[in-house]
C-alpha cells in the first residue's frame, strides 16, 4: 500500500497544482487550498484508524512500512516507517496546516504562492515525521525549511528580511553538519560490517539496519566516534528546538512572521527537533547520549528559567509568546532526556500540546494586531466587556500553557517533570520552577490586554474612539474552536494519545538499554 506516500505528496502535489490557478481568482485559491488541507487531514484520520487497527511500530515490516530501492549501493531509498510517535505528530501537523490556512484568508498578496508554500511546508514537515532512511529525512529536513523561508521573507513584518536571513543562516549550519553526520554513520556502519567479515550489512542509511549493526555485524561504534557523530546531528536539532544557546532567531522569526505561520512554525515545526533526537540521536548513539544528556538537561533548564524570565521583560505581544514557547520546549526536552519511560511519555504528549497551545495563543495575537495594528503591550487594556468571546478563548490558552489541571497541558508536563525528578532531583526542581514566572508572565499579558486600565492613547485607544473593536468573526471561532475542544477532551481523557504512545516509547527504550547489553 501506498498510504504514507499519499499523505505525504498529496500537499506536495495539491500546492504545485495551485501555481496554475490565475492569480486574480483569489477567493477559488484560498477555498481550494483549504479544501485541499482538510482532504488531507481526512488523510491522516483514515492513517490513523489504520495505525490503531494494527499496531505496528517503525522497526517492524508491515503495510505501514514502505521502502522502495534508489541508490542501494549508496544507501539511499526512499523508505517511510510509522510509529505511535510519528503517529500523534503527522495528526498534529496535518491539523494545524488547515487550522492556519483557514486563519490566512486575509493574506492579501500573492495569495496563490503563499497558500503553495504552506502546502509544501506541510508536505516536509510531514516527510520528516515519516522518513526511516537517513537520506530522505535530510531530503524532507531540507524541503521543510524552503518554504519556511520565503513566508517568512515574503510576508513577513518589516524587519522579515534580517529574520529570514538569520533563520536560514542557523538552520543551514546545523542541516550541513547534520549531513556530515548522515554520510559518517554509513560508513561507519560499513566498516563494522567489513570487521565482523560479513556481506550482507554494507554502506546502509536505513534507520532499521543501522539501529542492529550491534546484532547483525557484532560491533558498534566506540564512544568517541558515537560522540563526535552525535554532535553533528544534534547541531541540527538543538537549532530547531532550539535549546540555548541555539535559540537567537526563534523570537525575530516569531515576531515577523506573520501569525498563521508562526502558529505553524511554534506549533509543528519545532517538534521536529525534538523528535529527531528521540527518533536518530538516543537509539543510534546510546553511549554518547548518555555522556551528553546531563549537558543537554542542563541547558534545558537554562532556557526554561532563562526565557521565562526574557518573557517577563517583553512588551511586544509575540516576542513574550515566542520565549514563552522556548521554555516550555525545555520542559519536553528535560523530559525526553530523563530517560524513563514517565519522562519521555510525558514529552511526546507534551509536544502535541505544546503545539496546539501555542497555536491557538499566536492566532489570537494575530487577531489582536489585525484589529488594532500593533503589538505593544502598553497598548492594551479593558478589551474583555468588548470583544468577551476572544477573551474566553485567551483565557482558556493562557492556563492550558499554565499547565492547569483539567487542561491539555497538565498531564505532558506533570508526566515530563516527574521522569526529569526520578532522573536527577536537582534537574527536577529546577525545572519545576517555571511555573513561578509562567504563572507571573501568562495572568499579567492576559489581565494587562483584557482586565487592566483601558489605554488612553495609541492605535487601541484610537480603534476604539472609531467604533469598536468586533468581536471574533465566525471565521475566527472556526479555526480556534477546534483547538480549544481538544484542549479540554485531552485534559480530561490523556490515555488516548499515551496509549498510542507508550509502546513506541517502550520500543525506544528496548532499543536504548539493549546497547548496553555484553
Known amino acids: 500500500m501506498f498510504f504514507l506516500s499519499a499523505v505525504i505528496l498529496f500537499p506536495l502535489l495539491g500546492g504545485l497544482a495551485?501555481?496554475?490557478?490565475?492569480?486574480?481568482?483569489?477567493?477559488?485559491?484560498?477555498?481550494?487550498?483549504?479544501?485541499?488541507?482538510?482532504?488531507?487531514?481526512?488523510?491522516?484520520?483514515?492513517l490513523d484508524l489504520a495505525y490503531l487497527q494494527n499496531s505496528v511500530s517503525l522497526f517492524s515490516s508491515s503495510f505501514l512500512h514502505e521502502s522502495w530501492r534508489w541508490f542501494p549501493d549508496l544507501g539511499i531509498n526512499y523508505s517511510l516507517g510509522m510509529d505511535g510517535i510519528s503517529l500523534v505528530l503527522v495528526s498534529l501537523t496535518a491539523l494545524l496546516t488547515a487550522i492556519c490556512i483557514g486563519a490566512s484568508f486575509r493574506i492579501e498578496s500573492k495569495v496563490k504562492n503563499y497558500m503553495a508554500f504552506m502546502l509544501l511546508f506541510e508536505s516536509g514537515m510531514l516527510g520528516v515525521f515519516l522518513a526511516s532512511n537517513l537520506f530522505l529525512f535530510y531530503i524532507f529536513w531540507e524541503v521543510m525549511l524552503i518554504p519556511a523561508y520565503f513566508l517568512l521573507g515574503t510576508w513577513g513584518g518589516e524587519r522579515r528580511i534580517y529574520a529570514a536571513f538569520k533563520f536560514v543562516i542557523y538552520t543551514s549550519v546545523g542541516s550541513f553538519l547534520m549531513l556530515v553526520g548522515i554520510i559518517a554513520i554509513g560508513y561507519y556502519h560499513q566498516l563494522a560490517a567489513v570487521a565482523a567479515g560479513g556481506?550482507?550489512?554494507?554502506?546502509?542509511?536505513?534507520?532499521?539496519?543501522?539501529?542492529?549493526?550491534?546484532?547483525?555485524?557484532?560491533?558498534?561504534?566506540?564512544?568517541?566516534?558515537?560522540?563526535?557523530?552525535?554532535?553533528?546531528?544534534?547541531?541540527?536539532?538543538?537549532?530547531?528546538?532550539?535549546?540555548?544557546?541555539?535559540?537567537?532567531?526563534?523570537?525575530?522569526?516569531?515576531?515577523?512572521?506573520?501569525?498563521?505561520?508562526?502558529?505553524?512554525?511554534?506549533?509543528?515545526?519545532?517538534?521536529t527537533g525534538v523528535y529527531g533526537f528521540l527518533r536518530l540521536c538516543i537509539p543510534l548513539f546510546p553511549q554518547a547520549i548518555h555522556t551528553l544528556a546531563p549537558y543537554i538537561n542542563v541547558l534545558a533548564v537554562v532556557g526554561i528559567l532563562y526565557c521565562a524570565?526574557?518573557?517577563?521583560?517583553?512588551?511586544?505581544?509575540?516576542?513574550?509568546?515566542?520565549?514563552?514557547?522556548?521554555?516550555?520546549?525545555?520542559?519536553?526536552?528535560l523530559g525526553l532526556f530523563s530517560f524513563t519511560a514517565q519522562g519521555m511519555t510525558g514529552s511526546v504528549l507534551q509536544m502535541v500540546n505544546h503545539g496546539i497551545t501555542t497555536a491557538v495563543l499566536f492566532l489570537i495575537a494575530g487577531f489582536l494586531e489585525y484589529r488594532t495594528g500593533t503589538r505593544r503591550l502598553q497598548d492594551y487594556g479593558g478589551l474583555a466587556a468588548r470583544i468577551p468571546w476572544l477573551a474566553v478563548m485567551m483565557f482558556i490558552a493562557a492556563l492550558s500553557s499554565l499547565g492547569l489541571p483539567g487542561?491539555?497541558?497538565?498531564?505532558?508536563?506533570?508526566?515530563?517533570?516527574?521522569?526529569?525528578?526520578?532522573?536527577?532531583?536537582?534537574?527536577?526542581?529546577?525545572?519545576?520552577?517555571?511555573?513561578?514566572?509562567?504563572?507571573?508572565?501568562?495572568?499579567?499579558?492576559?489581565?494587562?490586554?483584557?482586565?487592566?486600565?483601558?489605554?488612553?492613547?495609541?492605535?487601541?485607544?484610537?480603534?476604539?474612539?472609531?467604533?469598536?473593536?468586533?468581536?471574533?468573526?465566525l471565521g475566527e471561532l472556526g479555526v480556534i474552536i477546534p483547538l480549544i475542544i481538544l484542549i479540554f477532551y485531552i485534559g480530561v481523557q490523556p490515555a488516548v494519545l499515551t496509549g498510542i504512545i507508550d509502546p513506541?516509547?517502550?520500543?525506544?527504550?528496548?532499543?536504548?538499554?539493549?546497547?548496553?547489553?555484553k
Open 407 to 473: 487542561l491539555n497541558s497538565f498531564t505532558g508536563e506533570f508526566l515530563s517533570l516527574l521522569g526529569a525528578f526520578r532522573a536527577n532531583v536537582t534537574l527536577g526542581v529546577l525545572g519545576t520552577l517555571v511555573v513561578v514566572p509562567a504563572a507571573w508572565y501568562m495572568l499579567r499579558f492576559f489581565i494587562g490586554l483584557m482586565w487592566g486600565v483601558p489605554a488612553t492613547e495609541g492605535a487601541v485607544s484610537a480603534n476604539l474612539r472609531k467604533g469598536g473593536i468586533r468581536d471574533l468573526s
Open 199 to 271: 556481506t550482507s550489512c554494507g554502506y546502509t542509511l536505513e534507520l532499521s539496519q543501522l539501529l542492529n549493526t550491534s546484532a547483525t555485524c557484532h560491533g558498534v561504534l566506540d564512544g568517541t566516534t558515537q560522540l563526535w557523530l552525535l554532535l553533528a546531528f544534534a547541531a541540527a536539532f538543538a537549532v530547531k528546538v532550539p535549546l540555548i544557546p541555539f535559540h537567537s532567531w526563534l523570537p525575530d522569526a516569531y515576531s515577523e512572521a506573520p501569525a498563521p505561520v508562526t502558529a505553524l512554525l511554534a506549533g509543528a515545526m519545532s517538534k
Open 504 to 517: 513506541s516509547v517502550a520500543n525506544t527504550m528496548q532499543v536504548l538499554s539493549s546497547a548496553f547489553v
Open 18 to 46: 495551485l501555481l496554475f490557478f490565475p492569480r486574480e481568482q483569489v477567493r477559488a485559491i484560498r477555498m481550494t487550498a483549504l479544501g485541499l488541507a482538510l482532504i488531507e487531514l481526512l488523510l491522516v484520520l483514515g
Open 309 to 333: 524570565v526574557l518573557a517577563l521583560m517583553q512588551t511586544d505581544l509575540k516576542r513574550l509568546l515566542g520565549y514563552s514557547s522556548i521554555s516550555h520546549l525545555g520542559v519536553i526536552m
